[in-house]
């Protein structure tokens, strides 16, 4: 990794303590891990959060080779008890420094799906706390024209030398978490939203009768790689992803049928996996059992590290649960506040009785 010319640490935010603020203290937690800086392939800040927040709930918990976070809870059942793994990615997308111009303008490579129509004016963050602006090549482009190559990070330096950044230097997006009341919006919900809500189901969770994982993977964003190491060692019988999923509620947007506020989305299908039929029903009746709000989810395009979890090995029956989100990987992805609450209530729900997958 090349070193970043001012780095010495993974800085916390020093802004306003949502605490003392009276915030609810479910909208703190993810204003707190959302926040926190972590692009896939430098999660370390975010990992040591998620482990201050889950310790003292788990029976063990450890870090694999990758770097994924894994804490296990013993089930109460007899043995062999099922073995049930729930998985969240923390990390981010984000940009990569390439080069850095005569006048300290730097160049950047996308970390995972950056689209470029969202980054003009936007700001970035660095692991030493720099933050950058995207700007853009005017001359000889239209508008509307806007490609990765066209753009540049602006890190306030006036030359090569002074440049606070180096190659190789990673940056997340940089905007403040903000409560519009019941929606409530950040950068990085996908997936620190999923990582959310393992934290609380962990917290919750009583007791079970299987032996539940809570891994907070690590790369889902560049190729599903935490998810795919961490389900070969964890070898489940029943694997759920917990990740965000698009909408189809906005002014002329594409065709899809589901919406914010009308509960967690149970997947069906996406673009990399077909949901197991029986952890599908699982959720389903599950959430009709313990009437909380749910709908069904077919997406056309990105998947989940369910389907790395439903690969492994000699394979794993498999499904997800999303947490409806508009404008996914943009630095502004708004959430329902009673959709975060329903997913994390029906994980509790479905992880407290006795499963039979049939
Ligand atoms: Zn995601």
């Given at each position: 990794m090349a070193t970043a010319k001012k780095a010495t640490h993974f800085p916390l935010l020093d802004n306003d303590d949502p605490q003392s603020s009276g915030m609810h203290p479910l909208k703190a937690l993810t204003k707190r891990i959302t926040e926190a800086y972590g692009p896939s392939g430098y999660e370390q800040g975010v990992r040591e959060l998620i482990r201050d927040e889950i310790k003292g709930f788990a029976d063990e918990v450890r870090v694999d080779a990758l770097g994924n976070l894994i804490a296990r809870k013993k089930g109460t059942g007899p043995t062999p008890r099922k073995k049930v793994m729930l998985a969240a990615h923390m990390d981010e997308i984000g940009v990569i420094v390439t080069h850095i111009d005569e006048k300290g303008f730097a160049r950047f490579a996308p970390i995972g799906g950056v689209y470029p129509l969202t980054l003009f004016g936007q700001r970035c963050r660095f692991a030493n706390g720099v933050v950058g602006v995207f700007g853009r090549e005017i001359k000889d482009s239209t508008a509307t024209e806007v490609t990765l190559n066209k753009l540049f990070i602006d890190v306030g330096a006036t030359s090569k030398d002074d440049a606070p950044v180096g190659v190789g230097d990673p940056a997340g997006f940089w905007r403040d978490f903000s409560d519009l009341g019941n929606r409530i919006v950040s950068k990085a919900m996908d997936d620190r939203i999923g990582c959310v809500v393992l934290i609380e189901v962990l917290k919750q969770l009583?007791?079970?009768?299987h032996d539940v994982y809570f891994v907070f993977t690590v790369q889902e964003e560049v190729g599903l790689r935490g998810a795919t190491t961490s389900a070969y060692g964890v070898q489940p019988d029943l694997a759920i992803a917990v990740d965000v999923t698009g909408t189809g509620d906005t002014p002329e947007a594409n065709t899809m049928a589901v919406q914010l506020g009308k509960g967690p989305a149970i997947k069906v299908k996406d673009a990399g996996m077909l949901a197991h039929p029986a952890v599908k029903n699982l959720l389903a009746e599950t959430a009709k059992e313990a009437k909380i709000p749910y709908q069904f989810e077919v997406l056309t395009g990105g998947t989940t590290d369910a389907m790395a979890m439903q690969t492994t090995r000699e394979g794993v029956p498999a499904g997800c649960l999303s947490v409806p989100t508009r404008y996914v990987h943009t630095p502004s992805e708004m959430i329902d506040f009673n959709d975060l609450q329903n997913s994390i209530k029906l994980l509790v729900a479905v992880l407290g009785k006795q499963i039979k997958l049939d």
């Amino acid at each position: 990794m090349a070193t970043a010319k001012k780095a010495t640490h993974f800085p916390l935010l020093d802004n306003d303590d949502p605490q003392s603020s009276g915030m609810h203290p479910l909208k703190a937690l993810t204003k707190r891990i959302t926040e926190a800086y972590g692009p896939s392939g430098y999660e370390q800040g975010v990992r040591e959060l998620i482990r201050d927040e889950i310790k003292g709930f788990a029976d063990e918990v450890r870090v694999d080779a990758l770097g994924n976070l894994i804490a296990r809870k013993k089930g109460t059942g007899p043995t062999p008890r099922k073995k049930v793994m729930l998985a969240a990615h923390m990390d981010e997308i984000g940009v990569i420094v390439t080069h850095i111009d005569e006048k300290g303008f730097a160049r950047f490579a996308p970390i995972g799906g950056v689209y470029p129509l969202t980054l003009f004016g936007q700001r970035c963050r660095f692991a030493n706390g720099v933050v950058g602006v995207f700007g853009r090549e005017i001359k000889d482009s239209t508008a509307t024209e806007v490609t990765l190559n066209k753009l540049f990070i602006d890190v306030g330096a006036t030359s090569k030398d002074d440049a606070p950044v180096g190659v190789g230097d990673p940056a997340g997006f940089w905007r403040d978490f903000s409560d519009l009341g019941n929606r409530i919006v950040s950068k990085a919900m996908d997936d620190r939203i999923g990582c959310v809500v393992l934290i609380e189901v962990l917290k919750q969770l009583k007791k079970s009768p299987h032996d539940v994982y809570f891994v907070f993977t690590v790369q889902e964003e560049v190729g599903l790689r935490g998810a795919t190491t961490s389900a070969y060692g964890v070898q489940p019988d029943l694997a759920i992803a917990v990740d965000v999923t698009g909408t189809g509620d906005t002014p002329e947007a594409n065709t899809m049928a589901v919406q914010l506020g009308k509960g967690p989305a149970i997947k069906v299908k996406d673009a990399g996996m077909l949901a197991h039929p029986a952890v599908k029903n699982l959720l389903a009746e599950t959430a009709k059992e313990a009437k909380i709000p749910y709908q069904f989810e077919v997406l056309t395009g990105g998947t989940t590290d369910a389907m790395a979890m439903q690969t492994t090995r000699e394979g794993v029956p498999a499904g997800c649960l999303s947490v409806p989100t508009r404008y996914v990987h943009t630095p502004s992805e708004m959430i329902d506040f009673n959709d975060l609450q329903n997913s994390i209530k029906l994980l509790v729900a479905v992880l407290g009785k006795q499963i039979k997958l049939d």
